[in-house]
T-cell receptor, first 113, second 115 residues
C-alpha cells in the first residue's frame, strides 16, 4: 500500500545534539512538507519542497534544515540551534494538481532531555 | 495573510449528541477548504473537503458546507459516537497550485465523546 513512513516514532536527544527525522513516501507525490505540532498551537509549517533539489522555508524554519535529493525522501534535521525542539513532527506530501489535500505520516515525537 | 479560526475546545458531548465545530477563514482568492481528524498519537487524516462555494463535503456522517458569504466551513455530525473522540482541524489552501502552494491550519478542537 502507498503511504508516508516517518521514523523513528519516538526520539530522545540531549541538548546540543543534532537529530535527523526520516520521511519517505511511495505515493509518487512531487511536494513534501514538514509541520511541527505543539499543544494548543495547531500545526506550523517548517519547510516544504515542491520538487527535487528545491525547498522553501515555512513559518518557523529557524533551527531546522532539510534536503530533497530524491523524490521519495525529505529528511528533517533538528539542529542544536533550535531552542525548543521538544514537539511532535509531521511529514506530509501532496500530488501536484487536484484539490490540494495533504497526506500525512504517523508523526515523530522528539523529546529533549 | 491567510488564516483559519476554529472554535476552542475542548468540546465534551454524550454519545448520540449533535456536533458543531465552527470554522471561519480569511483568504485571498478562492481557497479549497478541508477538515482533518487526528486520533491520539497519530498523524492527520483527511475527513472531508470542499473546493468551491456552496459545495458540501461529507464523510462518515460528518458534513461541512463552503459558505463564501460568511467565510465559514462549520463541521457537523448528527449523532456522535465514542469513536469520534479526536482532534479536528480546519484548513485551507494558500496559493494557486504553483510553487507557493501550502495548507494553513486552525489550532484544532479536541472532541471527547462520553458513553
Amino acid at each position: 500500500d502507498g503511504g508516508i513512513t516517518q521514523s523513528p516514532k519516538y526520539l530522545f536527544r540531549k541538548e546540543g545534539q543534532n537529530v535527523t527525522l526520516s520521511c519517505e513516501q511511495n505515493l509518487n507525490h512531487d511536494a513534501m512538507y514538514w509541520y511541527r505540532q505543539d499543544p494548543g498551537q495547531g500545526l506550523r509549517l517548517i519547510y516544504y519542497s515542491q520538487i527535487v533539489n528545491d525547498f522553501q522555508k515555512g513559518d518557523i524554519a529557524e533551527g531546522y534544515s532539510v534536503s530533497r535529493e530524491k523524490k521519495e525522501s525529505f529528511p528533517l534535521t533538528v539542529t542544536s540551534a533550535q531552542k525548543n525542539p521538544t514537539a511532535f513532527y509531521l511529514c506530509a506530501s501532496r500530488r501536484t494538481g487536484g484539490t490540494g489535500e495533504l497526506f500525512f505520516g504517523e508523526g515523530s515525537r522528539l523529546t529533549v532531555l | 495573510g491567510d488564516s483559519v479560526t476554529q472554535m476552542e475546545g475542548p468540546v465534551t458531548l454524550s454519545e448520540e449528541a449533535f456536533l458543531t465545530i465552527n470554522c471561519t477563514y480569511t483568504a485571498t482568492g478562492y481557497p479549497s477548504l478541508f477538515w482533518y481528524v487526528q486520533y491520539p498519537g497519530e498523524g492527520l487524516q483527511l475527513l472531508l473537503k470542499a473546493t468551491k462555494a456552496d459545495d458540501k463535503g461529507s464523510n462518515k456522517g460528518f458534513e461541512a458546507t463552503y459558505r463564501k458569504e460568511t467565510t465559514s466551513f462549520h463541521l457537523e455530525k448528527g449523532s456522535v459516537q465514542v469513536s469520534d473522540s479526536a482532534v479536528y482541524f480546519c484548513a485551507l489552501t494558500a496559493g494557486s497550485g504553483g510553487s507557493n502552494y501550502k495548507l494553513t491550519f486552525g489550532k484544532g478542537t479536541l472532541l471527547t465523546v462520553n458513553p
